[in-house]
């Protein structure tokens, strides 16, 4: 089943925000899409299958995002959009009109900037050359792809359900009908894979014509098949040993052709790093539309009701579908850059830091955990980022 919404303070039904909230800074807007055709083993992502949906259709998924969408525009006013990011689930399970209709409606309530980047995830079974000309046509500029292996037994561990070289050939085909920007995904550590494994994809990633590769250790999240078969003793647990040691690969791979590690997952040639996903790690505003999409306005959080019924019903009845929401202090805003911020290879505005948080730097520094460039503060250990930052806070 899908991962759980956090607990919050409940949102007010009319969507408005707290008296004083300031909307100002970069906007962005996601949208959730939460149709799969098949549940991922692995995956615990707040997508649906059509029998887990209960007849619900995508012409009312549609009309609830519609409305969420107006819902949006009243509360922030006419915001020029930065980015835009159709996610899932499976965008690419709607037809390209819809989705390419769906951006429409997205453009009509905010208006897109100069230069704006459009994003949609796709997995490589969903897609075709004329699909990917269609979206292209339609305003979309950039496509992620879920490749996560080019390894059959790796695939059919994940419970994958594309052929090994489908990944490959739809980021062609990306490139082909004139995308800006083509990512491809890939997760790491799965049980079984070698490392041989995870050169291959890595190989054949490289050999296709991206400027952006993700590449995420696997999560065996509670819940899921794959978690059921791990406690049955079928499948073994993801090593740490391993994980980090194919994460080291694929950096010095992916660097020696020219890629850089811009955030600790990710990495782009110049120019193709994900302008959206730099809108989370920076701390800018965003509203997100669909079942379970979380949104960041002012220092306020709220995310939306996760099944797609409610969700919708919500809408249909004049009423926010927001389920919750937090209001973050400073100093929990303050916390929040400092663990995003690290992420990024940019790093972290020394000034972020109180006084006895930045005293902790020096000894960080001795022992090559950090560095100081100009008045920023960078991590240089990626894979101890974490223990990093703990040591480091307050």
Not at 8 to 32: E, I, K, M, R
Not at 78 to 84: F, G, K, W
Not at 376 to 392: N, Y
Request: glycine share 10%.
């Amino acid at each position: 089943m899908a991962s759980q919404l956090p607990d919050g303070d409940p949102a007010p039904s009319n969507g408005s925000l707290p008296a004083g909230t300031s909307t100002n800074g970069p906007f962005s807007v996601y949208v959730h899409v939460p149709f799969c055709r098949t549940r991922c083993g692995y995956c615990d992502f707040n997508t649906y299958t059509a029998a887990e949906l209960g007849g619900l259709s995508t012409d009312t998924f549609l009309d609830a995002a519609r409305a969420e969408l107006d819902l949006a525009s009243t509360v922030v006013g006419e915001r020029q959009v930065q980015t835009v990011f159709f996610g899932g689930g499976t965008p690419t399970m709607l037809p390209a009109a819809e989705l390419v209709a769906l951006l429409g409606a997205v453009r009509e309530r905010f208006p897109l900037a100069a230069g704006a980047e459009v994003t949609t995830e796709a997995n490589p079974d969903s897609v075709d050359q004329d699909y990917l000309a269609a979206l292209r046509d339609g305003g979309f500029t950039r496509i992620s792809m879920g490749l996560q292996s080019v390894v059959p037994h790796v695939l059919a561990t994940l419970d994958r359900t594309h052929t090994p070289g489908r990944g490959v050939e739809a980021a062609r085909w990306a490139a082909d009908v004139g995308f800006e920007h083509v990512s491809l995904d890939l997760i790491y550590g799965t049980p079984g894979e070698s490392v041989d494994d995870w050169r291959a994809s890595l190989d054949a990633v490289t050999a296709v014509p991206v400027d952006h590769v993700s590449a995420y250790s696997l999560i065996v999240e509670q819940g899921t098949r794959l978690a059921v078969r791990v406690r049955r003793g079928e499948l073994a647990m993801p090593d740490d040993d391993d994980l980090a040691d194919k994460y080291l690969v694929a950096d010095e791979r992916l660097s020696a052709l020219g890629f850089h590690n811009y955030e600790t997952s990710n990495w782009a040639l110049p120019g193709g790093e994900c302008r959206h996903n730099l809108a989370y790690w920076r701390g800018a505003n965003w509203w997100g539309i669909g079942p379970g999409a979380h949104s960041h306005v002012g220092g306020v959080r709220f995310w939306n009701r996760k099944h797609p019924r409610a969700y919708a019903q919500a809408l249909a009845s004049g009423v926010s579908p927001a389920q919750g929401r937090e209001v973050l202090t400073d100093d929990e805003r303050r916390v929040e850059r400092v663990l995003l911020e690290l992420r990024l290879a940019e790093g972290l505005p020394l000034d972020v830091l109180t006084p006895t948080e930045r005293a902790r730097v020096p000894a960080l520094e001795r022992e090559g955990l950090v560095g100081v460039e100009g008045d920023r503060l960078v991590v240089r250990r990626r894979l101890l980022a974490d223990g990093i930052i703990c040591d480091l806070l307050d």
